[in-house]
């Protein structure tokens, strides 16, 4: 599990704050998704057993799929920044002066004056040529490494996992006749919480964040509740 510690190290343009946001998101999706199911299994009279039997299969089927469409973005990502550097890179190979002529124009139309952004192009190019027209033309400033994007799948699906878990695990011990309308309580206190915690990272309103997850939450166990009452009868 060595590359996987190193992959949490890497440095990529994203940041840490954009990867807790994710994670947050995954979190929340995957409290709301369990508490629908939870909630409609409950109000239909399933039994505890049958409860924690599709708890089970909404955490790893959910949190499977989450990694799945996190690899598959990522990837994508990755593969089509990895495909516009090499070809800047062939084009500064077929044709250097051009391409520092590129560069300059684009720091001239950046509002510098015509010899200092030829100079500044110069100098980027002396130290790192592809790099500094990544940067410039395509907004790339570093690709991460290939094994990033397993880590950001893994960590999708860990979090849509243990938010998967929070509705179960509270649904499982709370009284079978009761478990419909007390699942509400810890479902919305954890949906509470996420929002606040996106609210920290983001800087948006925590009230507005904590009240769009509760509406989001309540909306959906309520749908649950519908189905749920639908099958029972």
């Not at 593969?79 to 070809?87: I, K």
């Not at 950001?152 to 929070?166: I, K, P, R």
């Amino acid at each position: 599990m060595r590359w996987l510690h190193r992959a949490l190290l890497t440095h990529d343009r994203k940041g840490w704050r954009e990867r807790a946001q994710e994670s947050i998101l995954d979190l929340n999706d995957g409290i709301v998704s369990a508490a629908g199911i939870a909630e409609g299994f409950a109000t239909a009279g399933a039994s505890t057993r049958a409860l924690l039997f599709a708890g089970l299969t909404v955490i790893l089927a959910g949190g499977f799929a989450a990694a799945a469409s996190r690899y598959a973005e990522e990837r994508t990502e990755w593969e089509v920044d990895h495909s516009l550097v090499e070809r800047e890179r062939a084009s500064i190979a077929a044709d250097p002066e051009g391409e520092l002529d590129e560069l300059a124009a684009i720091y001239e139309a950046k509002g510098l004056e015509p010899a200092l952004a030829r100079q500044v192009a110069e100098a980027l190019t002396a130290r790192d040529p592809v790099a500094a027209h990544s940067e410039a033309e395509l907004d790339v400033e570093t690709i991460q490494p290939a094994r990033a994007n397993i880590f950001a799948a893994v960590n999708a699906g860990l979090f849509y996992g243990l938010g998967a878990a929070v509705p179960l695990l509270a649904a499982r011990w709370l009284p079978a006749d009761e478990r419909p309308e007390l699942t509400f309580a810890p479902v919305l206190l954890a949906l509470a919480l996420t929002g606040w915690l996106a609210s920290s990272l983001t800087g948006l309103p925590t009230v507005r964040l904590i009240v769009r997850n509760l509406v989001l939450g309540t909306a959906t166990m309520a749908a649950g509740l519908l189905v749920g009452v639908v099958v029972g009868l």
